[in-house]
């Protein structure tokens, strides 16, 4: 016979790990999606035409290049964390959900830093 509460007993066993942390990055890096989504769907808007030279002159203007840089990394964040949770919970088998998660994280990072390097050789006027 224990003393212990009921609640006493199961804290710290089970899943809830980290997952408030999760909860609110998802969140916030869904409404820093919707303020630059936005933005970039304006910046589209009034862009007079699509071609090489015209796209390149708008993201080499300082702001907007930094306003793409934070919609590129905040979107790989953010699909990151969906894609990690749709991994935990439909991948069952632990070496296939271990390895996929790894993949997972290279390839965000991987596009990520393309992204990044791609939007600072533009705004740089490499």
Known sequence: MSL???LGQVLGHGAAKDGTGHFWGQRVSGMALALLGSWFMWCLAVTPDFGHAA???EIGRPV???LLLLLSMTLAYHSYLGVQVVIEDYV???GIKLAALILSRFAHILLATGAVYSILKIGLGA
């Open 92 to 94: 069952h088998a632990a």
């Open 55 to 57: 796209v390149q002159a």
């Open 4 to 6: 212990r509460t009921p």
């Open 64 to 66: 907007n290049a930094v």
